[in-house]
């Protein structure tokens, strides 16, 4: 948990932007999958995302959301993608990954348990072990 109670306000409300425009801007590329503008902002989003949780310790949150950033580096560069998958797969990847930075969040502000394994988060992404 965040022992500051201000930084944990601004990581609240900072991180809550960042994941929303992340939600959204993922079901923007499901359905325009050409868009480079949106991928570049996502891209944007999970870098901030992560550089704000790495200054706070938030390491776990900071962890996902640089793998997030790098598959959507892979994807910009049309490189091979985690897991061979097909893109709907990666989009629901994506999906999840988010998902899972909103319970990290959430612990880091609250000190709640997140109930989330990150190694198990990151394999997922990363296409290993998810049946797809």
């Known amino acids: 948990m965040i022992d500051d ?73 049309q490189e091979n993608l985690p897991g061979d998958a097909p893109i709907e797969t990666l989009y629901e990847r994506l999906a999840h990954a988010i998902a899972a930075i909103r319970k990290l969040v959430h612990a880091a502000v609250t000190g709640e348990p997140a109930g989330v394994d990150t190694f198990h988060a990151l394999a997922e992404l990363m296409g290993a072990g998810s049946g797809g």
């Open 5 to 77: 109670e201000e930084l944990r306000s601004i990581f609240k409300a900072a991180s809550e932007e960042h994941l929303q425009n992340l939600d959204d801007g993922l079901l923007h590329l499901e359905t325009h999958p050409d868009d480079l503008s949106i991928l570049e902002a996502l891209m944007r989003e999970a870098h901030s995302l992560k550089g704000d949780a790495n200054m706070l310790g938030v390491k776990d949150v900071g962890t996902l959301a640089h793998q997030i950033e790098h598959v959507l580096t892979q994807l910009k560069r």
